[in-house]
């Protein structure tokens, strides 16, 4: 395996860890997607432009990514992915937070519950593909 095989991971992640710095060096908040969606009604309105902005910006790359006509690894029911995100939600609201709150920014702040809750999230996904790959 090359490096060029890396290098998109390697800058997504890169921007994703740039990302989360100039929100917490400019707005004081933490880069979790979780808490940034959840409080965006709730948000009074100068909070709410910056969520906004927020999510957008992460939709943009997703967006461009489906116009290069890029095809999925697999293809999966409507249903799983209901219950999938179901899931994701139930266990955000557990560990009040999620990948990117607790990976991202609670790992980089030295948090201990953030990397508790890490590698919960890391050893359910590796369940998840087990399952999906092997099972299903």
Known sequence: MSLQQFAPQVLGGALIGLGAAVLLL?????AGISGIYGRLIRA????????LAFLIGLLIP???????????????????????GLLVGLGTGISNGCTSGHGVCGIANLSPRSLIATLLFMASAIVTVFVIRHVI
């Open 44 to 51: 009074d309105f100068g909070a709410r432009h910056w969520r």
């Open 26 to 30: 400019f707005n004081g908040q933490i």
């Open 62 to 84: 997703a967006t461009y990514l489906l116009l290069q006509h890029t095809t999925p690894i697999k293809t999966v029911s409507v249903g799983i992915l209901a219950l999938a």
